[in-house]
C-alpha cells in the first residue's frame, strides 16, 4: 500500500507509483461555454444594430414627413372677406315690360307683380318688332352696359333663365321683354331668397390640409 492511499481504502481507490490524476474541468466542456457566451455576445449585438436600423429609417422619415408637412401647412394668416358689390335695391331700378308672344295681358300682370316686390315701373306693352315673336326664352333683360353688372343681376333673381343682352341707349332702365316660354315671375319667396344670396360676400379660403 503506499503511503499516499488513506487508511481503509485499497483496492480500485488505491493510489500507486508517482502518477497522479489530474484535478482540471475537460477542455471539451469549456469550449463549449466560451462558444456559448459568444454566440450571447453576436446575438446581441445584432439585435441592437438591428434596433438602429429601424430608428434610423423610420424615425427620421416620420420627421421628414412631418416636418414636410409642415412647411406645406403654413398657418394661413385670416382674410377679411371682401366686401359684397353695391348692387342697386329693386326701388333704384326702372323696368319697362314688353310682351314678346302671342298671349295678351303678360307685360301687365307682370309689370303689377314687380311693382309689389318694390320695382319701378316704366313703359308697359308690346316688344318692338325686333323682338316680337323671337325670344324663344323665359325673357330677355336688355340694358346699357353699366346694367350687366348693377341691374340685370337684381332684376334677374326674379325670373330664372333670362338671358341678358346689351345695347347702346344712355339710360338706366332696363328692358323686360317676355319670352315664349314665359309662365310666371319666380316665386317672392325663392326671388327674395336668390336676392339676400347676391348680396353676402363670397367665401374666403380657409388653407387647411
Known sequence: MSMLTPPGMGGKYRITGDTYPRMRRPRRRRRIVLAAAAAVVVLGAAGWGTLQLVDVF???????TTAGRQADCKPVAKATPPPAAAL??????????????????????????????????????????????????????????TAAKGAFPVLGTQLKGATTKTDTRGTADVDLIIGTAFKNLDPKTTADAALVALTKPAPVPTGKC
Do not use: C, H, M, W
Not at 423610420?58 to 421628414?64: H, P
Not at 303689377?112 to 325686333?130: C, H, M, S, W
Open 88 to 145: 342697386p335695391k329693386p326701388a333704384q331700378i326702372t323696368v319697362n315690360v314688353y310682351n314678346a308672344t302671342p298671349r295678351s295681358g303678360l307685360a301687365k300682370t307682370t309689370a303689377d307683380e314687380l311693382k309689389k316686390r318694390g320695382f319701378k315701373i316704366g313703359k308697359v306693352g308690346n316688344a318692338p318688332t325686333a323682338y316680337d315673336k323671337k325670344v324663344p326664352g323665359t325673357g330677355l333683360l336688355l340694358g346699357a352696359t
Open 58 to 64: 423610420s424615425g427620421d422619415e416620420g420627421k421628414k
